[in-house]
């Protein structure tokens, strides 16, 4: 062999290596308001980890980035982007990057607010037989693999997030249909990517919808049957074992009573990418909050469940008590992560949960209706 040919071999090799997609692991978002996110840098607590949160180099392809890629920590800092949505507005995705910040991943977000899944005659659908959203959706998700491919990335998606279900859970007769059709969106959401490319079946969360009284007392017509929906996220999840479903009832702050604020929407993300780490190829097998105390429903009457992690001993002790400090109730439980707490008999009002473990004492407070 000449020195050419070695010449144009080693060439070659170096161009193929050079050029080579890297392999990128990409999050789709879909569904609704909360999918979108309305979380603005302004709003978070002085406190918060996502105000550091700027040098990721993690890209999203979205309704608000005009067919480009951008840069998620500078565009949810108002940094770069020039769109027809507001800059700074950021949703899960927040949450999921700042978990990743080590590594390279994408995004791929399609959410728009006040839509729906089982076919409300007054509102736009997301149901596959209509071809409102999900015909503009599947264009969009093969214009946005194209983007990344376009940016010399390999993308493959491996978890479709969807965010969904409040605009359904106003009528009880709505579960029923919401339950087919999200049958049908997973089905045919995962042929769609089989036919771009895709490798293998993504994993998919299914984010639950709160069930406290903020829902169900919305001025804006309430969504009392939230716990329908539930129940037809969890069908469909039982039935598919990559499916996830979200079914943990997490206090998270609210903006307006509907919509999630910029906190809840950064911990929210966290929350989500515990169950399955897309950018690991990793299922979760702890709780994401094994450090807090859950209660809920909150504000309740009757009852409140209090719930903790399994990291904590066999043993606990919950202490109910009013704001002076007055000890209602007071029990040992044994191996349990979770407990009902009579409220029967006590006047409305605020009132404090203690939780003590071999490893400290948390504290929560709840209100009584």
């Known amino acids: 062999m000449n020195k050419t040919s070695i010449f144009i071999i080693l060439f070659l090799a170096i161009s193929n290596f050079i050029n080579a997609q890297k392999n990128l692991p990409i999050y789709i978002l879909i569904g609704q308001s909360n999918a979108a996110g309305n979380g603005s840098v302004s709003d978070l607590s002085p406190d918060s980890e996502l105000l550091n949160h700027l040098e990721t180099n993690h890209f999203i392809y979205s309704l608000c980035t005009e067919n480009s890629l951008d840069d998620i920590a500078l565009l949810q800092h108002g940094v770069n982007g020039t769109n027809s949505c507001n800059n700074d507005k950021f949703g899960v995705e927040s949450g999921i990057s700042f978990l990743n910040r080590d590594k390279e991943i994408g995004f791929i977000k399609y959410a728009i607010g006040g839509r729906t899944l089982a076919q409300r005659p007054d509102r736009t659908d997301w149901n596959t037989a209509s071809e409102e959203i999900f015909s503009d959706f599947v264009l969009f998700l093969e214009r946005g693999l194209a983007r990344y491919r376009d940016a010399n990335f390999a993308p493959e998606v491996c978890t479709v997030i969807w965010i969904q279900g409040e605009s359904d859970a106003q009528r009880d007769t709505f579960a029923q249909p919401y339950l087919e059709n999200l049958n049908l969106l997973v089905e045919s ?11 293998d079946t993504p994993k998919w969360i299914f984010g639950g919808l709160q069930t406290d009284s903020l829902w169900v007392l919305n001025p804006n017509g309430g969504y009392e049957y939230a716990d329908s929906i539930n129940h037809a996220l969890k069908t469909v999840a039982d039935t598919m074992d990559y ?11 609210y903006l307006d009573r509907v919509h999630y604020s910029a906190d809840a929407l950064f911990l929210y993300g966290q929350d989500l990418n515990v169950y399955y780490n897309c950018a690991d190829d990793e299922v979760a097998v702890s709780n994401p909050r094994a450090s807090q105390i859950i209660c809920f429903p909150n504000p309740g009457q009757g009852f409140v469940t209090v719930e903790w992690g399994l990291a904590y001993g066999p043993e606990v002790e919950i202490i109910l008590q009013s704001m002076d400090g007055k000890i209602i109730r007071r029990q040992i439980f044994f191996n349990p992560a979770n407990q009902q707490i009579t409220l029967k008999n006590l006047l409305p009002g605020v009132y404090v949960v203690t939780l003590i473990t071999d490893q400290g004492r948390l504290t929560k407070k709840i209100v009584i209706l």
């Open 243 to 253: 499916i996830f479903h979200d079914t943990r009832h997490f206090d998270y702050s």
């Open 189 to 199: 959401t995962n042929n769609y990517l089989m036919d771009f490319g895709a490798s």
